[in-house]
């Protein structure tokens, strides 16, 4: 890894996102799978026990995030885990509960506060550099790993203020009519799903159900086909792979870079939001932040009584056919943009 580039905030911000997008993507999708598919053979104990560790190995999400973020700035092994360390206890995933009287782990923590924590973390590394000299080993942990962690700690009840403050605007949507209410929210999960906001958190803060959940997956949805459509000629065919199974949050680079891959998912979204309101596409607070990972949004709206052929038709007709539309109105017809180039994958 080489850092002879000069390290302006644009490309300190760029290399962020890089190591986020990857540690997003490497953090979630087992939990993202295997949580999905095995859920129903939970009763099975060995099959419970490799749930559990996929969702074990996601708390694990500010360490696996710092830690490619240290990677992108060319830092040696240990001062990569000293900053995963650091974002892991900076990120609100551990928190100690006084009922229970320890800590409990739990989600994936604030990735916002991630890329801060991890960012502070970085920053005091390179500029300590070798100025600890033998004592590095020792004095690196303390003053970055648990100074970093403890600026984290401190930051994260404001970080999550962002989270919150969303959630509010969201949840006034739902106070507007029907289709334009399904409209607004899923275009917000749209956009938010690429973005490092987690969706999954939103749904649970603001309590979206009904057709509002519905609505939020749906737009997940929307930006996950839009993503696979448009990256399927572009990129490897692990990187539409990982697209397809949740990782939309790798695309986080291009958004900052081409904040114009939003307008086809915006569109594919709004078009694909209508069912939601004509026939009642619902959902819960747990399945709004999904999508089509694990087909969470999808069976939520078959739990919830929609018939299986509107399940097909609305999940994936509707929006395959407005996703491959966009891709022709805006880059073919329009001129918009190219896909090879904004969405060939940054990471």
Do not use: H, R
Request: net charge neutral; proline share 4%; aromatic share 8%.
């Amino acid at each position: 890894m080489t850092t002879e580039t000069k390290l302006t905030p644009k490309v300190f911000l760029n290399k962020v996102l890089a190591g986020t997008a990857q540690g997003t993507i490497i953090a979630l999708i087992p939990n993202a799978v295997l949580g999905a598919i095995l859920k129903y053979f939970a009763d099975i104990e060995i099959i419970q026990m490799i749930i559990n560790a996929g969702l074990i190995f996601q708390i694990a999400t500010p360490l696996i995030i710092s830690a490619l973020i240290a990677y992108q700035f060319g830092l040696t092994p240990a001062k990569m885990m000293i900053a995963g360390g650091a974002a892991f206890a900076g990120s609100g995933v551990i928190k100690f509960d006084a009922e229970v009287g320890g800590f409990i782990g739990k989600g994936t923590g604030d990735i916002i506060n991630i890329m801060i924590t991890a960012s502070i973390a970085v920053l005091m590394l390179m500029w300590i550099d070798s100025k600890f000299g033998s004592v590095e080993i020792i004095a690196l942990p303390i003053v970055v790993g648990v100074g970093a962690g403890l600026i984290g700690m401190l930051t994260y009840p404001y970080v999550t203020q962002i989270t919150v403050a969303i959630g509010k605007v969201i949840n006034n949507f739902t106070d507007f009519q029907p289709i334009v209410m399904s409209i607004l929210i899923a275009c917000s999960f749209a956009a938010l799903i690429i973005s490092p906001i987690t969706t999954v958190a939103i749904g649970l803060a603001i309590q979206l159900n009904g057709v509002s959940a519905g609505a939020g997956a749906m737009g997940i949805a929307a930006t996950t086909i839009v993503l696979v459509i448009n990256s399927w000629k572009v990129n490897e065919s692990g990187v539409t792979l990982a697209i397809s199974l949740g990782g939309m949050k790798m695309m986080m680079p291009n958004l900052f870079k081409y904040p114009i891959i939003l307008v086809p998912c915006l569109f594919t979204a709004t078009i694909s939001a209508i069912p939601v309101a004509l026939l009642n596409i619902s959902g819960t607070p747990q399945s709004a932040g999904f999508g089509l990972v694990g087909l969470v949004g999808p069976l939520a709206s078959l739990d919830a009584g929609l018939n299986i052929l509107y399940v097909a038709l609305c999940w994936f007709v509707v929006p395959i056919v407005a996703g491959l539309f966009s891709k022709f109105l805006f880059e073919k017809v329009l001129k918009l943009y190219d896909s090879k180039v904004v969405f060939a994958y940054q990471g």
